[in-house]
Structures are given as structure tokens and as C-alpha cells.
């Protein structure tokens, strides 16, 4: 993840200073919760958020589009109302105050979500938006505003029965069908859905966030590997992930021969052929005792 600190990074990177600047010039320096009577708690610490290309149905989002930032708990920590087309910010997202009993914002490490008018935005990054430290500038370009205002991503992987139990899908291992596996975003969004018969599964489609992947194990099976994956980015630069693979052991006990197979046969004539001996014997030792008192 990239990130600057106002006044110091900047220096050195003449490009975003640029930016920076075209974004100061087309928006107001004052918080925008003051512009836009918006409930947010400011604090004394926050982490400033800005676009120069987000869209709105495919076009550059309109001046007076009012752009809303919450932290994972879904506090209200910023708000910006757009001057200029196509841009916003800065935006400040405020931090919590430890000091209070209130939830004013974000906490370092948060992932920030985001609203366009009310609706789910989609990150196209380049910056990951997440609460770092005071001052910190990151460039999250946003698309909302219909199901085709933004590229979508693709999560791939395959549940298996791992032989070696290493949990690493090796070649000719095999595929474990009917393995719930779930996306969880960023903001909380959930996708459910089962291992197929090959023992794949694929989130198809689905949209910018930071998603973290978990497998429900199933009764009789142990994990040999990860039953958690986090922080999957999806979004600019990288929209496919295909290697998210879950290894299974199995934990049931080894079970005696079924009715009727070739192997309890090779038992009941091991049986029959001890019993038969012991029979034998038997006679052979009292028709000896026999001669012998005679």
C-alpha cells in the first residue's frame, strides 16, 4: 500500500504534488462535515482521502454528489460533497477518540468503506483505503451509480483431500465436494457457496474490496492447511486470484470390513482353518492320552 504524509512525502514525489494541489484548488480547505451539515464527530486525528477520476454511472461523478466514508462498525468518519467534476476531496475520516465513550470513527488498521448519494461505492484503488496514521494521503478512486460503472474480480480455488497432508494441492490429489466456502468483504458483504464436484469453487464477478475467504470444515475432516485467507485485494492492477486452495485430512476411524466383501471372506476362512486345527489337534492329543492308559 502507498501512502504519503502531508508536507514531507509530498516533497519528493512531483507528481502527486501536482495532484494535490489540482485537488486543493477545486475544493474547499474546510472540513466537509461543516459544508455539508453532515453527522460526523471530528477528532484530532484523521487520515485524508481524495479522487481525481471517480465516476457515477460511467461519467465523472457531478458536483453536489455527496461522498460518505464509515469505518467497519458503519460510523459515519467523513464526508466530502463534491465541487468539480469527476473529483473529490480532501476527505477527511476521522479517527476515534479513546478519551470518550462515543464511536467517532476509525481505528488504525480499519478498512474505510465508502458511499456515493447513499449507494455502495466500488474502490478502485490505486491506495488501499484503510485508517493508517494522523495525515496520511491516499488516492481511492470511487464508481458507483450501476452494475456496469466498474470493472469486477474473480476469486478461484479447490477444496481437497490432502494425502500427504502438507497443505499444498499436489497433482492427483483428490477433489472434496460440497465444502462451504465463504467471501466476506471489506464492508461486511457475505457470499456463501459450496465446492463443486472437481472440488472447485469461484467467486465470479464480484466487486473492488479487501475480501477475506474462509472454509466451514466439515464433520470428519481436519484442516491441514489454512482455513482462512485476509486482506485478498481485488481491484486495480489485480482483479483475478486463482490459488486460494483448502487441504482436508480425513479424521473418521478406519472401519471394519463391509458384509460380504473379499476381505472379511479372507477373515471368516482364516477362521475356519484356525478353528479346524485347533479341532484336530484336539482329537489327535486325547486319542494319545488314550493308547496310553490302554
Same mark, same amino acid.
Given at each position: 500500500?502507498?501512502?504519503?504524509?502531508?508536507?514531507?512525502?509530498?516533497?519528493?514525489?512531483?507528481?502527486?504534488?501536482?495532484?494535490?494541489?489540482?485537488?486543493?484548488a477545486?475544493?474547499?480547505?474546510?472540513?466537509?462535515?461543516?459544508?455539508?451539515?453532515?453527522?460526523?464527530?471530528?477528532?484530532?486525528?484523521?487520515?485524508?482521502?481524495?479522487?481525481?477520476?471517480?465516476?457515477?454511472?460511467?461519467?465523472l461523478?457531478?458536483?453536489?454528489?455527496?461522498?460518505?466514508?464509515?469505518?467497519?462498525?458503519? *460510523?459515519?468518519?467523513?464526508?466530502?460533497?463534491?465541487?468539480?467534476?469527476?473529483?473529490?476531496?480532501?476527505?477527511a475520516c476521522?479517527?476515534?477518540?479513546?478519551? *470518550?465513550?462515543?464511536?467517532?470513527?476509525?481505528?488504525?488498521g480499519?478498512?474505510?468503506?465508502?458511499?456515493?448519494?447513499?449507494?455502495?461505492?466500488?474502490?478502485?484503488?490505486?491506495?488501499?483505503?484503510?485508517?493508517?496514521?494522523?495525515?496520511?494521503?491516499?488516492?481511492?478512486?470511487?464508481?458507483?451509480g450501476?452494475?456496469?460503472?466498474?470493472?469486477s474480480?474473480?476469486?478461484r480455488g479447490?477444496?481437497?483431500?490432502?494425502?500427504?497432508?502438507?497443505?499444498?494441492?499436489?497433482?492427483?490429489?483428490a477433489?472434496?465436494?460440497?465444502?462451504?466456502?465463504t467471501?466476506?468483504?471489506?464492508?461486511?458483504f457475505?457470499?456463501?457457496?459450496?465446492?463443486?464436484?472437481?472440488g472447485?469453487?469461484?467467486?465470479?464477478?464480484?466487486?473492488?474490496a479487501?475480501?477475506?475467504?474462509?472454509?466451514?470444515?466439515?464433520?470428519?475432516?481436519?484442516a491441514?492447511?489454512?482455513t482462512?485467507? *485476509?486482506d485478498?485485494?481485488?481491484?486495480?492492477?489485480n482483479?483475478?486470484?486463482?490459488?486460494?486452495?483448502?487441504?482436508?485430512?480425513?479424521?473418521?476411524?478406519?472401519?471394519?470390513?463391509?458384509?460380504?466383501?473379499?476381505s472379511?471372506?479372507?477373515?471368516?476362512?482364516?477362521g475356519?482353518?484356525?478353528?479346524g486345527?485347533?479341532?484336530?489337534?484336539?482329537?489327535?492329543?486325547?486319542?494319545?492320552?488314550?493308547?496310553?492308559?490302554?
Amino acid at each position: 500500500m502507498t501512502h504519503w504524509k502531508i508536507g514531507n512525502g509530498l516533497m519528493h514525489t512531483g507528481i502527486r504534488i501536482i495532484t494535490v494541489l489540482v485537488v486543493l484548488a477545486v475544493g474547499s480547505l474546510s472540513p466537509a462535515w461543516a459544508r455539508s451539515g453532515a453527522q460526523v464527530s471530528p477528532t484530532t486525528e484523521w487520515v485524508n482521502f481524495y479522487g481525481v477520476n471517480t465516476t457515477w454511472n460511467g461519467e465523472l461523478v457531478p458536483a453536489g454528489t455527496v461522498i460518505a466514508a464509515y469505518d467497519p462498525q458503519g *460510523t459515519l468518519c467523513g464526508q466530502f460533497v463534491v465541487h468539480t467534476p469527476g473529483r473529490y476531496g480532501l476527505l477527511a475520516c476521522y479517527r476515534d477518540d479513546p478519551n *470518550t465513550p462515543e464511536d467517532e470513527g476509525a481505528e488504525p488498521g480499519d478498512s474505510i468503506t465508502f458511499t456515493m448519494n447513499g449507494q455502495a461505492a466500488v474502490q478502485l484503488g490505486p491506495d488501499s483505503a484503510r485508517w493508517t496514521s494522523n495525515g496520511d494521503l491516499m488516492q481511492v478512486e470511487l464508481s458507483a451509480g450501476g452494475a456496469a460503472s466498474a470493472p469486477s474480480g474473480t476469486i478461484r480455488g479447490t477444496v481437497f483431500l490432502d494425502a500427504d497432508g502438507d497443505g499444498i494441492y499436489d497433482a492427483g490429489e483428490a477433489p472434496i465436494a460440497g465444502v462451504t466456502v465463504t467471501a466476506i468483504s471489506n464492508g461486511g458483504f457475505e457470499i456463501p457457496l459450496r465446492s463443486g464436484e472437481d472440488g472447485t469453487f469461484g467467486f465470479v464477478g464480484i466487486h473492488s474490496a479487501h475480501w477475506t475467504l474462509r472454509v466451514t470444515v466439515p464433520e470428519g475432516y481436519a484442516a491441514s492447511g489454512p482455513t482462512l485467507y *485476509t486482506d485478498i485485494w481485488l481491484g486495480a492492477g489485480n482483479w483475478q486470484v486463482l490459488d486460494k486452495n483448502f487441504g482436508l485430512v480425513s479424521t473418521a476411524p478406519l472401519l471394519l470390513p463391509v458384509a460380504g466383501s473379499e476381505s472379511q471372506g479372507l477373515v471368516i476362512a482364516l477362521g475356519l482353518l484356525i478353528g479346524g486345527g485347533l479341532l484336530v489337534g484336539g482329537n489327535l492329543s486325547l486319542k494319545r492320552r488314550r493308547q496310553r492308559q490302554g
